[in-house]
Nanobody
Framework: QVQLVESGGGLVQAGGSLRLSCAAS???????????LGWYRQAPGTLRDLVAT???????NYADSVKGRFTISRDNAKTTLYLEMNSLKPEDTAGYYC?????????????WGRGTQVTVSS
């Protein structure tokens, strides 16, 4: 059974930084490397939005709102996904979730973590 566990969230002042991690278990490094990975976020009363993705080839994609501030990366040997967040803003406050899937463009399929809360104070 594949499980994803996020960590690294917390309370930070505006302008600060956080590094989120998403550790995958129940999947070997080989299978992990063949999947695409993504970070999503959801604030109360809103839909879950895409933040950043990284393909099995290492190609990255970012939401316009985080370009230049966030960096997504992966370590296939450690079966771990990361999100480096800099210059944080209060509007970045949300629950952050990671996802592993063969095709992130499909709404169904793949695996989700339970999330980690990021709160940015002004």
């Amino acid at each position: 059974q594949v499980q994803l566990v996020e960590s690294g969230g917390g309370l930070v002042q505006a302008g600060g930084s956080l590094r989120l991690s998403c550790a995958a278990s129940g999947v070997g490094s080989g299978m992990f490397s063949f999947n695409d990975l993504g970070w999503y976020r959801q604030a109360p009363g809103t839909l879950r939005d895409l933040v950043a993705t990284i393909s099995s080839r290492g190609d990255t994609n970012y939401a316009d709102s985080v370009k230049g501030r966030f960096t997504i990366s992966r370590d296939n040997a450690k079966t771990t996904l990361y999100l480096e967040m800099n210059s944080l803003k209060p509007e970045d406050t949300a629950g952050y979730y990671c996802r592993l899937a063969k095709d992130l463009t499909l709404s169904l399929g793949g695996y989700w973590g339970r999330g980690t809360q990021v709160t940015v104070s002004s």
